[in-house]
T-cell receptor, first 113, second 114 residues
């Protein structure tokens, strides 16, 4: 039972264009959502997060949108840069714990120069 | 400021053997969580240690056990290894167990079971 789903295994975009990574979840108890980025041979690094009481959070080139009714969130990267090429994981948690995250399978983003 | 460090980075074991993986949390962090990332999958929560006790556990059998030491470092032990235990094992640290505080991940220990 996969509670967090990233249905696109890979995405390829041109440098300077927008990258949109999507994530769906099934557990309505999730109240906090995060995006992590992972380069090869490195651990995942936190990118941006959003609480379920918000529908948008922005940090520089990265914006996360949350649609609670659709149980869907998306990560927008504008403009995309070659250094953004990595695997992006969507993660969710419930309750007050910061450590038990439920991850999706990840999306490999490739930004072409 | 050292981040989360894990050892060993790679190891190969055979079925039935036992393995111990080690993790030192980021400076100032007192909570350690372990995740298993199988090939093509996202990380899966194994368990979390705080104040030297296992506080919460994911859906993993008792073959997976752990320990946290007074200096907050942690070990993950897996007994009676199966082929399906082959994965990247990630350690993550944080300060406290509350809702705030970012999880910092190490580079992982890649275990191959033959």
């Amino acid at each position: 039972d996969q509670q967090v789903k990233q249905n696109s295994p890979s995405l390829s975009v041109q440098e300077g264009r927008i990258s949109i990574l999507n994530c769906d979840y099934t557990n309505s108890m999730f109240d906090y959502f995060l995006w992590y980025k992972k380069y090869p041979a490195e651990g995942p690094t936190f990118l941006i997060s959003i609480s379920s009481i918000k529908d948008k959070n922005e940090d520089g080139r990265f914006t996360v949108f949350l649609n609670k009714s659709a149980k869907h969130l998306s990560l927008h990267i504008v403009p995309s840069q070659p250094g953004d090429s990595a695997v992006y994981f969507c993660a969710a948690r419930r309750g007050g714990s910061n450590y038990k995250l439920t991850f999706g399978k990840g999306t490999l983003l490739t930004v072409n120069p | 400021d050292a981040g989360v460090t894990q050892s060993p980075t790679h190891l190969i074991k055979t079925r039935g053997q036992q393995v111990t993986l080690r993790c030192s949390p980021k400076s100032g962090h007192d909570t350690v969580s372990w995740y298993q990332q199988a090939l093509g999958q996202g990380p899966q929560f194994i368990f979390q240690y705080y104040e030297e006790e296992e506080r919460q556990r994911g859906n993993f059998p008792d073959r997976f056990s752990g320990h946290q030491f007074p200096n907050y470092s942690s070990e993950l032990n897996v007994n009676a290894l199966l082929l399906g235990d082959s994965a990247l094992y990630l350690c993550a640290s944080s300060f406290g167990t509350g809702p705030y505080g970012e999880l910092f991940f190490g580079e992982g220990s890649r275990l191959t079971v033959l």
